[in-house]
């Protein structure tokens, strides 16, 4: 395995509510990344079919015109959408992570896909706890996806957005040797002005922080907003405009020692960052404080995590014990 290559993030805007011609825009820009010599590219959080801002902008009697046509361009796990992905990877010979609006029965889930070179889909995730009023679009994930995979360029992981706030999701990825990470945000210009903490200056932080306590290289892919959808969502309203302004892309790549491995993208213009990395640099970084290693205090700390998958309803050859529950004994014994 070589330790040294190229890597891509995207920033660009989602095809929002158009899933066909999101995965359209997405192939060509999984076959530029190959052809300038990327094995691994990067898509922001559910950039299939994008970010439903929707739900920050207004009461929910207005939000339910989006309702409908989000959930029918949320793409499915198997789906001839998710096929033309996996051909792209493997025509191209590049690896893909892709944050999607996963469509599973009647809910949704904000997931990120790692499809490998040959176009399998070697890890599906969801996001733990969608943040503030995501709730009211998405189901949970749960531990059992919490994971880091080996593939042919390095142990890859993934997180969205504001898991990268919590510190017990961040400290069971480290446990896991993770040397390159996906960090998928949003645009991150909503609400500008009036809610720092949901602006790039914290939330690229987050990214940069995350690169140094983990020691591993971080793509951090951000999508941006089009005056169509600032148009589309805002209807001309100036108030809502100055919550939702185009632009909001903030793409960057860390190091595992915090630094910026390649130039920015303007935040309201599209393009794809490289950076060249090398695996070795883990080692200098990892010398100094390795978190759940030689720098971990396992006298006073530790995590405790449930892999377990959880389901809403189990079948009784799921459930462990019930061959060997005895009717009969579980009776209470009657009274004399």
Known sequence: MSTQFKVAAVQAAPCFLDLDAGIDKAIGLIEEAAKNGAKLIAFSETWLPGYPNHIWLGPVAWQMQFVGRYFDNSIVAGSDQEKRLSKACRDNNIQLSMGCSERDGGSLYIAQWHFDETGEVINRRRKLKPTHVERTVYGEGDGSDLSVVDTSIGRVGQLACWEHLQPLSKYAMYAQNEQIHVAAWPNLALYEGTAYALGHQVNNAASMIYAVEGGCFVLAP???VTKEMQDLLCEGNPEKEALF????GY???FGPDGSELAERIPHDQEGIMYAD?????IGYAKAAADPAGHYAKRDSTRLLINRKKQRAVLHFDDAPGWEEVDLIDAQPEAAE
């Open 251 to 253: 793409t960057a790549i």
């Open 245 to 248: 302004p185009v632009g909001g």
């Open 222 to 224: 951000c999508s941006l």
């Open 277 to 281: 990395i090398d695996l070795h640099m």
